[in-house]
């Protein structure tokens, strides 16, 4: 089985900056795209940012800029920075992997569970 994991949420006032940190574990031949979304209150889920395999980064425009994705190849694990947080960045943050677990060569879609966070003005 795959899992992801994610940490780092939290409390943070606006102007401050948060890092976001999740580990995919289990079963895995290789992780293609990772990446990170969020989910408000009363709204629908949204891409926040996205990294292929080879680095190549994706950005919702309300956060280029702002916050910065990164990954670690070797041990699956994918970041996000962020950094000048504003009230409108609350929401749970969702860490997303496009993996292929070891007894398949289909890749397939893994979320974690989210972690909160919460900018206060």
């Known amino acids: 089985q795959v899992q992801l994991v994610e940490s780092g949420g939290g409390l943070v006032q606006a102007g401050g900056s948060r890092s976001l940190s999740c580990v995919a574990s289990?079963?895995?031949?290789?992780?293609?795209?990772m990446g990170w979304y969020r989910q408000a209150p009363g709204k629908q889920r949204e891409l926040v940012a996205t990294i292929t395999r080879s680095g190549a980064t994706n950005y919702a425009n309300s956060v280029k800029g702002r916050f910065t994705i990164s990954r670690d190849n070797a041990y699956n694990t994918v970041d996000l920075q962020m950094y000048d947080l504003k009230p409108e960045d609350t929401a749970v943050y969702s860490c997303?992997?496009?993996?292929?677990?070891?007894?398949?060569?289909?890749?397939?879609?893994?979320w974690g569970q989210g972690t909160q966070v919460t900018v206060s003005s």
């Open positions: 997303y992997g496009q993996i292929v677990p070891s007894d398949s060569e289909y890749v397939r879609d893994y």
């Open positions: 289990g079963s895995i031949f290789r992780a293609e795209v």
